[in-house]
Antibody, heavy 121, light 106 residues
Framework: QVQLQESGPGLVKPSETLSLTCTVSGYSISGTSYWGWIRQPPGKGLEWVGTISHSGTTYYSPSLKSRVTISLDTSKNQFSLRLSSLTAADTAVYFC??????????????WGQGTLVTVSS | EIVMTQSPATLSVSPGERATLSCRASQSVGSNLAWYQQKPGQAPRLLIFAASPRATGIPDRFSGSGSGTEFTLTISSLQSEDFAIYYCQQYNTWPLTFGQGTKVDI
C-alpha cells in the first residue's frame, strides 16, 4: 500500500524559502510513476503546484514556475518542494500525491495527510 | 489555462436523496476528468477518474459521466458519510486545474 507523508516547517518568514519533503513508503519513486505537490489555502480550493517524474523531469504551474523547484532523492525514496520569495499568499496546506497511472498528466490517487505552512513574521 | 467551474456552490440534500453535481470546462478536456471528495481536516480522496470509472474501493452509489466540457458526479442515495466538499480536476492540458468545489450538506 502506497503511503505518503509530508514534513517541513510549519512557520516560515516572508521572503524566505519553504522546503518540504514527501517520504514515500510501499512504492519506489524510481519506478515508472509521477509525483505531485498540490496546495490549499485555508478555506479555499485546491491548486496544483507541480509534478516530477521518476527520472526527474519536472512540470510546474505557470503562476509559480519562477519560484518553485521539485526534486527527487531516490536513495531516501523522497521528493521535495522548494518555494522561494514567500508571501502571506503562500500560506496553505501542502499535499504531496502520487499520479494515477504512468503518465505525467493524471489524477492523484494517493495523497499525504497534508502539512500546514504559515508565512508570517 | 483551462478554467473548471462547478455548480452549485452548495447543495443541500437529505440522507437517502440523490445528489447531482456539475463541472464545466472552459474548453474540451476529453474524458481527462477526475472527481475528489474532501472532508474537513483530510486530504482529498479520488472518487472517479477518466470521467466515469470509479477508483478502487469507491461505492457504486458514486457515478461519473460526461465528456468534452460538461461533466456530472451523481451520488445515488446520500449516506451520512458523503457530506463533504467535492472537486473536479482536469488533466488534459497543463497546467492541471481544479474546480472551486461543491459543498454537499444537509
Amino acid at each position: 500500500q502506497v503511503q505518503l507523508q509530508e514534513s517541513g516547517p510549519g512557520l516560515v518568514k516572508p521572503s524566505e524559502t519553504l522546503s518540504l519533503t514527501c517520504t514515500v513508503s510501499g512504492y519506489s519513486i524510481s519506478g515508472t510513476s509521477y509525483w505531485g505537490w498540490i496546495r490549499q489555502p485555508p478555506g479555499k480550493g485546491l491548486e496544483w503546484v507541480g509534478t516530477i517524474s521518476h527520472s526527474g523531469t519536472t512540470y510546474y504551474s505557470p503562476s509559480l514556475k519562477s519560484r518553485v523547484t521539485i526534486s527527487l532523492d531516490t536513495s531516501k525514496n523522497q521528493f521535495s518542494l522548494r518555494l522561494s520569495s514567500l508571501t502571506a499568499a503562500d500560506t496553505a496546506v501542502y499535499f504531496c500525491a502520487k499520479v494515477y497511472g504512468n503518465y505525467p498528466v493524471g489524477s492523484f490517487h494517493h495523497w499525504g495527510q497534508g502539512t500546514l505552512v504559515t508565512v508570517s513574521s | 489555462e483551462i478554467v473548471m467551474t462547478q455548480s452549485p456552490a452548495t447543495l443541500s440534500v437529505s440522507p437517502g436523496e440523490r445528489a447531482t453535481l456539475s463541472c464545466r470546462a472552459s474548453q474540451s478536456v476529453g474524458s481527462n476528468l477526475a472527481w475528489y471528495q474532501q472532508k474537513p481536516g483530510q486530504a482529498p480522496r479520488l472518487l472517479i477518474f477518466a470521467a466515469s470509472p470509479r477508483a478502487t474501493g469507491i461505492p457504486d452509489r458514486f457515478s461519473g459521466s460526461g465528456s468534452g466540457t460538461e461533466f456530472t458526479l451523481t451520488i445515488s442515495s446520500l449516506q451520512s458519510e458523503d457530506f463533504a466538499i467535492y472537486y473536479c480536476q482536469q488533466y488534459n492540458t497543463w497546467p492541471l486545474t481544479f474546480g472551486q468545489g461543491t459543498k454537499v450538506d444537509i
